[in-house]
């Protein structure tokens, strides 16, 4: 099925490991963003991507980093896993419309 | 600073009434603004949008009303059912900027049978 595919689903970390979340789309959209999800605060973003090759800041992108080789994936990764890193992450996609996001299912992570 | 606010954490409602939900934004640069609704272990899924150029947008069930001077916008759902209960976002957007969205915090909506 068309759609936005994250990998893992869950994962525990010990503070100071680290991990990349894989994002995958197969709807050749050129925007792809990464999304956590913190209990009360709605979904806030860590970085984003118009197209290949490109990466940019969000709103909370401290201690994440990400890479954009492929069209198809964008790559989120905590280079040193905190405990407030602890949250649901979702990776989401659009293409040049403004008919909202296609999200993937979420990575929750708890950082311990 | 949320730019974003829903201020109503939960509403729960009878099965065939009305819901509505509230969503107020602080930047009046924003553009667009949409809905989703998000169902536990999935990942949100786009409802219902509105341009800044209108004040009302319909589709079936769903209508959202955006007020530009108080900005404010909200989301009525009629009749409710059961299968609504769910989380609402609501988003807002600078389309010039990379259709980035900033979400609110979020409704839990309960339809009660």
């Known amino acids: 099925n068309a759609g936005v595919t994250q990998t893992p689903k869950f994962r525990v970390l010990k503070t100071g490991q680290s991990m990349t979340l894989l994002c995958a789309q197969d709807m050749n959209h050129e925007y792809m963003y990464w999304y956590r999800q913190d209990p009360g605060m709605g979904l806030r973003l860590i970085h984003y991507s118009v197209g290949e090759g490109t990466t940019a800041k969000g709103e909370v992108p401290d201690g994440y980093n990400v890479s954009r080789l492929k069209k198809q994936n964008f790559l989120l990764g905590l280079e040193s896993a905190a405990p407030s890193q602890t949250s649901v992450y979702f990776c989401a996609s659009t293409d040049h419309s403004f008919y909202g996001y296609t999200f993937g299912s979420g990575t929750r992570l708890t950082v311990v | 600073d949320q730019q974003v606010k829903q201020n109503s954490p939960s509403l729960s409602v009878q099965e065939g009434r009305i819901s509505i939900l509230n969503c107020d934004y602080t930047?009046?640069?924003?553009?667009?603004f949409l809905w989703y609704k998000k169902y536990p272990a999935e990942g949100p899924t786009f409802l219902i949008s509105?341009?800044?150029?209108?004040d009302k947008n319909e589709d079936g069930r769903f209508t959202v009303f955006l007020n530009k001077s108080a900005k404010h916008l909200s989301l009525h759902i009629v009749p409710s059912q059961p299968g609504d209960s769910a989380v609402y976002f609501c988003?807002?957007?600078?389309?010039?900027?990379?259709?980035?969205?900033?979400f609110g915090g979020g409704t839990r909506v309960l339809v009660k049978p």
């Open positions: 988003a807002a957007s600078l389309t010039t900027a990379g259709n980035k969205l900033t």
């Open positions: 930047n009046s640069m924003f553009d667009y």
């Open positions: 509105i341009s800044s150029i209108k």
